[in-house]
């Protein structure tokens, strides 16, 4: 199979020619004119029963996703006093959103977390 080599992009309006720049740039472009949708990880806190978890979930409106489990919408987490995102990842379609919340979800997903934001969770602790 032959392979065709393009010369690099001419320089766009808001992005730059450098190739290597070029596939970045052009997926966060993209990404503005596209739906997002996310996969968060909340940290919950219960002060009174001394408990806290990682709730992990997919959304298409992070922001008002936060709002709502704040607001003791959400029924899984309206026990909890403090809520706090701690970590989210974006995705192209609902289908790779909802995949990886649900891979964060099993003891592997757990452990990735964790190791994840180690470094925000050990400043919580000092």
């Known amino acids: 199979m032959a392979q065709h080599h393009l010369?690099?992009?001419?320089?766009?309006?808001?992005?730059?020619?450098?190739?290597?720049?070029?596939?970045?740039?052009?997926?966060?472009?993209?990404?503005?004119?596209?739906k997002m949708f996310y996969t968060y990880i909340l940290r919950c806190t219960d002060t009174k029963r001394k408990r806290r978890k990682f709730y992990v979930g997919a959304t298409e409106n992070l922001e008002k996703r936060i709002i709502n489990h704040k607001s003791k919408s959400i029924k899984t987490t309206k026990s909890f006093d403090k809520i706090e995102l701690v970590y989210y990842e974006v995705c192209f379609n609902k289908t790779d959103a909802i995949r990886r919340e649900l891979k964060l979800k099993t003891g592997f997903g757990r452990g990735y977390i964790k190791r994840r934001i180690e470094s925000y969770l050990k400043s919580l602790r000092d």
Do not use: N, T, V
């Open 7 to 34: 010369p690099p992009p001419k320089a766009q309006e808001g992005i730059e020619a450098d190739p290597l720049k070029y596939d970045l740039q052009k997926q966060i472009f993209l990404a503005d004119k596209e």
